[in-house]
């Protein structure tokens, strides 16, 4: 039967909170809604806002790619020598003829960010091609640093109108719930391997993105783990079910980064052979699909962060260490040891 009390064993003393009453394990996940309709309305608003800004800019450069592509393809000698550079012709109309397709792409916005980075890539182009045209001697220095400068605010404008436009396709994306449901057999009782788990500031011990746990009281935690590019992500968490040697349940709180719930259910294994260590996870990562696309490319998957976790929460439990191959010589790896496995990680 469910206890209705919830204490660290980890934490002697801990104070004793009471748990909400229930048979059967967490499963169902409902993200925090906002409760007030007008701070909904505002922040409404305020995406229409940015989003109005945002498109704003973007038909802003998209114009000007396409006028400066024009004169650039009709007059390519006075492109050149307004902006201080020896008179190349080829040179000139093939920018001009990539400066009207970005134009054309911004415009049309069938993939408006894309466009918008390739903007940035040609600026990146330019300005190499204006630091050569530098070292030559026939060329006017001061056109050239005036049209340097000129093209180093336009680069500036191209970034921040490419983010801004990533940022609203991410927003506007259609949300999505990942399930995930992993499980291992450990060679420890169902009473050690609750005990473990429920040690939570621990978890960055076998939790290789989880950089810290701090219990805050009142059954709840604040998580802060890695994400994809090297960010950092925080949340607050709560406890929402606690049987001792059977399963445990938790999820996000209102305002958190990432929407969350999942359980972990500790079950006798057939034999007598231990316990099967079955972990479930429901979350909506930011920016719907795109941002579970984005954060498998950046190996911050969800399904893959389980698996691995598990793989060192057994051999911490069992050996009491987790084994690595950092600082060891080895010979060279095998095909399925590089897939499987990072370099320096178990294995």
Not at 189 to 200: G, M, N
Request: charged share 25%; hydrophobic share 40%; proline share 6%.
């Amino acid at each position: 039967m469910m206890q209705d009390q919830v204490a660290s064993p980890a934490m002697p003393g801990a104070a004793v909170h009471e748990l909400p009453q229930t048979n059967e394990p967490y499963h169902e996940f409902s993200p925090p809604v906002r409760s007030s309709s007008y701070a909904s309305s505002v922040d409404a608003r305020h995406r229409s806002e940015d989003t109005e800004r945002a498109e704003r800019l973007a038909r802003m450069l998209g114009w000007f790619s396409i006028g400066l592509g024009v004169a650039q393809l009709l007059a390519p000698r006075g492109v050149s020598q307004a902006a201080g550079v020896g008179h190349r012709p080829r040179t000139m109309r093939a920018l001009g003829v990539r400066e009207i397709a970005s134009g054309i792409g911004i415009l049309t916005r069938p993939r408006q960010s894309a466009w918008l980075w390739a903007r940035v890539a040609g600026d990146a182009m330019d300005l190499a091609l204006l630091a050569l045209a530098g070292r030559g001697a026939m060329n006017d220095r001061r056109r050239l640093n005036l049209v340097t400068a000129a093209v180093a605010g336009v680069t500036a404008l191209d970034v921040l109108s490419s983010i801004q436009s990533q940022r609203q396709t991410y927003e506007t994306a259609e949300p999505t719930t990942l399930h995930v449901e992993k499980s291992l057999i450990i060679n420890r009782s169902p009473e050690d391997c609750y005990r473990f788990w429920h040690d939570f500031e621990s978890f960055p011990r076998f939790m290789k993105h989880v950089e810290s746990v701090r219990i805050t009281g009142d059954n709840r935690m604040h998580w802060k783990a890695k994400g994809p590019a090297g960010l950092s992500i925080e949340w607050n968490a709560e406890l929402t079910a606690d049987e001792p040697s059977r399963y445990l349940a938790w999820r996000s709180v209102e305002g958190s980064d990432v929407d969350n719930a999942g359980s972990v259910h500790f079950e006798p294994a057939p034999g007598a052979r231990g316990t099967i260590v079955r972990v479930a996870l429901q979350y909506s990562p930011p920016g719907g699909k795109a941002g579970a696309v984005i954060a498998r490319l950046f190996g911050e998957e969800p399904s893959q962060q389980i698996e691995e976790d598990l793989r060192r929460f057994k051999w911490l439990i069992e050996t009491g260490e987790i084994p690595t191959t950092i600082g060891q010589s080895a010979g060279t790896r095998s095909v399925a040891s590089r897939l499987l496995f990072r370099k320096g990680e178990p294995g």
